[in-house]
């Protein structure tokens, strides 16, 4: 292989569809035809060839290309992008575009050879010259990243974190095998190392390209909620993004197993952390709940009697059985939908326990649920992730629990709320730090939707049929004055629900056509609620939509709902991001979890860390000089992102039914209207009324709010965890 670096002439040909293309190039001492797939090159551009000469019958002597690195970008982006990229103090984008814009594709030249030729520019003055000059020698490696993935739409924060893995091999890796971007850096999935890969002409059948399409169709299939894959469904999947003959995909199936990065079992394909997961979660629930324990000397019946006197309450005879089962056993169930009683069978435990001085621990999966938590039982409750003590592993990339079978939880028992909301994964840590002899009481609705990561787990737990586990389903006097209970109740009984009934909770208004639709919840949220109900309405009401995309989905209800409720004002800055206006004041949501996004409260005298997927906030000022956006979290923490951030936010005047999992609000509004059969579910539609607290209205067509209340079909998950523990239990399975 010969490597030669020269500028594009001239492109002879180029061929859209294969991106094969026949240019000249210009070198230091000769101008040669070069030959290749070279999809990206435009003229001018100084590339960095790897091939071979081959001699054409017509053509004659050219130089076939296996490999190309762009030198300097096809653009100035690349090097406005490494400019700003704050690697460079004192060098924000204003001066880089100055920077740019003065010296052109010279740039690099006068920053390398004559810095001070900066000092022409506003603002820079000798030392700053200098220093960009110095910071361009010392990060060579990650400066020429920065450049050269530019024009592959690869940003500098990624860079950053190629470079932080590969140090100075980044390039030879980037440009040797793309894929092990997809495996080794967050951010960088399956399709963006292919885009690459295709850019620099590595063949389809590479063994790479096929090893991470077959990893991410898995991880595809896992946050569609799968814990595996069937073999076959993973083949036929894989073939669909590969493009390639079953037989490469099967083959390499079988060198994925035999590496260790993909588990078979009876011809279904896990990814191992998956794999370990499940069967972790099983042998520890039945490990916990196999413990002999002593007996803890109470009275039971005597500790509910003193209770239900204190607190002048009958329990129900399903909640004193929860009671005994809770304490009797070394894993519990209780679920039921709302109002059912939960919370008070709860805090009966809770105090039984600790009259006899045993440690009890309360958490929940989101930041929402444990807040919920710590109100409706006067207890401090914690994130699962905190009580597990969650850090980052040395890299910064990995998840680490603290709180493990080295280390695990100081608790006698240990109670999780919203248990629906438990992935596979959360729930083996989570389990992995709870230590034989301690008692575990798992809390939720399992009508609710599942798990938006893999598994079915609290599911899975109580249709096993191994673990106690009560349901609580009598609704109590209080709640039944509620329509929003014993509608929640009645949709998931299938039943039809009792609608605008006088001086109650829970409106429907039919209107057929979409437009109309989106009129009267504009008008509702705008007008009718908050003068009838004197409520705040950016704060208390929350569209909830079953989708993202139409006229009544989450994206154009946003557009519209801004419009609205956050207009356009010159007292407000705005910005521009990916199509959409981040403007102050706009009610927005954290959609995925940064255990280390950093917050502080107003007055500065609290600080922390962690935003999670779901936490709703409010743009409180948007620094266009730094690209800042501030944003305010539970009324006085505020969090700070950069623009390069914003992808970690959304809009949520309207969020999705999904996305309010584990939340509550005053009032809730929601669009009842044609949608994909899968988004017309009964679940969905009772997730969605169960968020609502004080008011929910349904505006659209009655005949799909009947069709969801019918369409009771579940689209399951491939989870195993429900067999595994059936099995496990029978064939005695534990070490
Ligand atoms: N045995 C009982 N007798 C009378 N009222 C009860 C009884 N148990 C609970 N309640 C009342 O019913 C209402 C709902 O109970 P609770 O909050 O415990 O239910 P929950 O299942 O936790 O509800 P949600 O899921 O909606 O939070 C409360 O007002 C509670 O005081």
Redesign the pocket.
Known sequence: MENIKGMINEIIFKNEDNGYTVATLETDDDEITIVGCLPTLSLGETIKVTGKWINHKIYGPQFEVESFMIDTPSSVDGIIAYLSSGMIKGVGPKIAEKIVQKFGVDTINIIQSNPDLLTQIDGIGRKKAEQIGKSFEKERELRNLIINLAPYGIGPNICFRIYKKYKNNSIKIVTENPYKLAQDIKGIGFKLADDIAKKLGISPYSKDRIAQGIIYTLKQSTSEGHTFLPKNILVNKAKEILNIEESYIKDEIISLALDNQVQIEKENVYLIPYYISENGVCKKIIQLASYEFEDLQIDIDEKINEIEKDEN????QN?KKAIKEAIKNGVFVLT??????????INTIIRIFESINMKVVLAAPTGRAAKRMSE?TNKQAKTIHRLLEMGYSQDDEELVFMKNEDDPLDADVVIIDEVSMVDIILMYNLLKGIKLGTKVILVG?SDQLPSVGAGNVLKDIISSNIISCVK?DEI????KESMI?VNAHKINKGESVLLNQKNKDFYFIQRTENEDILNEILNLVDKRIPNYYKIDKLKDIQILSPMRKGDLGVINLNNMLQNILNPKSKFKNEEIFQNRIFRVGDKVMQIKNNYNKKWETCDQSEKGEGVYNGDIGYIYEIDKEERIIYVIFDENKIAKYEYSELDELEHSFCTTIHKSQGSEFPVVIMPICWAPPMLLSRNLLYTGVTRAKKLVVLVGDIKYLDFMIKNNRIYSRYSNLKNKLSMFRQEGLID
């Open positions: 309450i009958t329990l129900a909640q039921g939908g709302p109002g059912t009683g939960k919370t008070t069978t409706t609705d609580l109590f006097r209080q709640s209970i």
